[in-house]
């Protein structure tokens, strides 16, 4: 169905990889709802579950029911399962949504300008994220980092790309086994390609998910994927994908004089070794004041930013040892190593 707005702007598809979150429903209602006019040709739901239990929320998609295609990945992560879904589509554009996002009600409004007046040269077009915060409260340090997508480049929660890139440089590369780093990645990877990428009109809203309190430590993993994208994309990946640089060389630090106090304390240098643990408790300390001070600073926040500070460094460091040492040698993806 198109109108007057939406007349001659190109066909898409959809891809929504999902591990089954209640969230989908939300998602797929709200791109119901915002593509009365202008339709994709499909969607395509890309079910990342080892093994599927409960079924997916379908009917959410509503009139866009019977364009609703649903396939399995087996559980290799997002990477792999956004592959798995472009790899099926027809469409000369392929629409990555995310299954905890909600395209606002003029969405596909806005995606018909922005495909529309894409170039032959334009590889991909993001769309723009709102995160809603709390207007009551500061944000605590997940919302805070949730809220990062806002200015995040090539954010994979809502990204249109020409098919034809995808397939030019092999899509996602699924060596990267969470949601991290895969989409710079490849964005690097068209940019390389001669593609050019942009920011679009669109604009799609990134609810802050719940967690637990020791979120932060689980998210040190991204570490691991950080040294793959050294590996695959030099020193200077960081500035080119436009990514926060982030604390790891203060971690390095932090952590290494954790491991030197004790070191220097059993060799007889106790004023050294003084001199080194009361600079990791410094260095710990300002962490976790540089996380406490612009949130809501409630007695269980506080507790949380303290213990987790305390243990971040050291994992942090320990992941992207590991991520050096398990991707050494790797090229990137259709490359000869």
Not at 228 to 256: I, K, Y
């Amino acid at each position: 169905m198109t109108d007057a707005r939406t007349a001659g702007a190109p066909a898409y598809s959809v891809v929504i990889p999902t591990i089954g979150r209640d969230c989908l429903a939300d998602c797929l209602r709200a791109l119901a709802a915002a593509t009365a006019f202008y339709q994709p040709e499909d969607v395509v739901i890309v079910d990342d579950r080892t093994v599927p239990a409960e079924p997916l929320p379908l009917r959410a998609a509503g009139v866009l029911l019977d364009r609703v295609r649903v396939i399995g990945s087996g559980g290799r992560g997002p990477a792999a399962a956004r592959n798995a879904g472009w790899r099926t589509v027809g469409s000369p554009w392929t629409v990555f949504l995310d299954d905890d996002v909600q395209v606002l009600p003029d969405w596909s409004d806005r995606l018909a300008e922005d495909l529309t007046e894409a170039s032959a040269t334009t590889g991909g077009i993001q769309g723009r994220l709102t995160v809603p915060l709390p207007a009551d409260r500061r944000p605590t340090d997940f919302e805070r980092g949730t809220a990062g997508l806002e200015q995040a480049a090539w954010a994979t929660a809502d990204m249109a790309y020409r098919t034809a890139a995808l397939a030019g440089v092999q899509g996602f590369d699924e060596r990267f086994r969470r949601a991290f780093r895969e989409d710079a990645d490849l964005a690097l990877r068209i940019l390389e390609a001669g593609w050019t990428l942009h920011r679009g009109r669109r604009t799609t809203r990134h609810p802050v998910r719940d967690c637990d309190r020791w979120v932060s430590l689980r998210a040190q993993r991204g570490n691991a994927d950080d040294a793959l994208m050294h590996h695959l994309h030099g020193r200077d990946w960081w500035d080119r994908a436009r990514a926060p640089r982030g604390r790891l060389p203060r971690h390095a630090l932090v952590t290494s004089l954790a491991c030197a106090a004790p070191l220097l304390a059993l060799t007889g240098r106790r004023r050294a070794a003084g001199a080194a643990g009361a600079l990791w408790a410094l260095g710990t300390a300002e962490f976790a004041l540089a996380r406490i001070r612009p949130g809501p600073r409630t007695a269980s926040e506080i507790a949380t930013m303290a213990a987790t500070s305390v243990a971040i460094p050291p994992l942090a460091v320990r992941h992207w040892l590991t991520g050096m040492v398990r991707h050494r040698g790797a090229a990137p993806l259709g490359s000869t190593p």
